[in-house]
């Protein structure tokens, strides 16, 4: 099994930035796609980004194209996602996940492993 770990929450104002970092388990972990979700309470889980394994194809959800990039670096075992122009709307747990078949995907069906979730605050 992925063990995954992330860190990086905290509380920012808006128009702030936060880097979450998502360190995986394993020496395979170049094998699987990463994505980040996230949810507020009370409210449905929704995707964020995700990444492949390469890290040459990305995919953003609109409403954080343009803000928010995701990365990784498979000998560090870690996938990042960088976070700016923070609005308060986006105050949620943000979970990592990693992918192990198929094609690059927005479904949180679509991955196996999940992490425990981080806290990201946005003040008003």
């Known amino acids: 099994q992925v063990q995954l770990v992330e860190s990086g929450g905290g509380l920012v104002q808006a128009g702030g930035s936060l880097r979450l970092s998502c360190a995986a388990s394993?020496?395979?972990?170049?094998?699987?796609?990463v994505g980040w979700f996230r949810q507020a309470p009370g409210k449905e889980r929704e995707f964020v980004a995700a990444i492949n394994w390469s890290g040459g194809i990305t995919v953003y959800a609109d409403s954080v194209k343009g803000r928010f990039t995701i990365s990784r670096d498979n000998a560090k075992n870690t996938a990042y996602l960088q976070m700016n122009s923070l609005k308060p709307e986006e105050t949620a747990v943000y979970t990592c996940?990693?992918?192990?078949?198929?094609?690059?995907?927005?479904?949180?069906?679509?991955?196996?492993?999940w992490g425990q979730g981080t806290q990201v605050t946005v003040s008003s």
């Open positions: 394993g020496r395979t972990f170049s094998a699987y796609r």
């Open positions: 996940a990693a992918q192990a078949r198929g094609s690059i995907s927005r479904n949180a069906e679509s991955y196996d492993y």
